[in-house]
Nanobody
Framework: QVQLVESGGGLVQAGGSLRLSCAAS????????MGWFRQAPGKEREFVAW????????YYADSVKGRFTISRDNAKNTVYLQMNSLKPEDTAVYYC????????????????WGQGTQVTVSS
């Protein structure tokens, strides 16, 4: 069973930055792509960013492109989401997930999920 544990969320003012981390329990971490999704209150969970298993390819939602950066450290079994220039509309619970197949923007392409970490951006 793969366990994913997110951390790094919190309260930040608009324009500020946060870095989220997602630590994976399994030794096969470096073989899989990873993604970040988020879910705001009353809204569906949406794609944020994806990174290839090797870290050489990334993809972002238009809403975060240029502000967020996904990266990974396979030696530490950890994927990161650096979030800069945060806006109130970035407020959500952020989830990391393990990608296995299909479209990187669809939830169904991910097989394991973390429990989420809350990010709140005040105006």
């Amino acid at each position: 069973q793969v366990q994913l544990v997110e951390s790094g969320g919190g309260l930040v003012q608009a324009g500020g930055s946060l870095r989220l981390s997602c630590a994976a329990s399994d030794r096969t971490f470096s073989s899989y792509g990873m993604g970040w999704f988020r879910q705001a209150p009353g809204k569906e969970r949406e794609f944020v960013a994806w990174i290839r298993w090797s870290g050489t390819g990334t993809y972002y939602a238009d809403s975060v492109k240029g502000r967020f950066t996904i990266s990974r450290d396979n030696a530490k079994n950890t994927v990161y989401l650096q979030m800069n220039s945060l806006k109130p509309e970035d407020t959500a619970v952020y989830y990391c997930a393990r990608y296995y197949s299909g479209s990187s923007v669809q939830m169904g392409s991910y097989d394991y999920w973390g429990q989420g970490t809350q990010v709140t951006v005040s105006s």
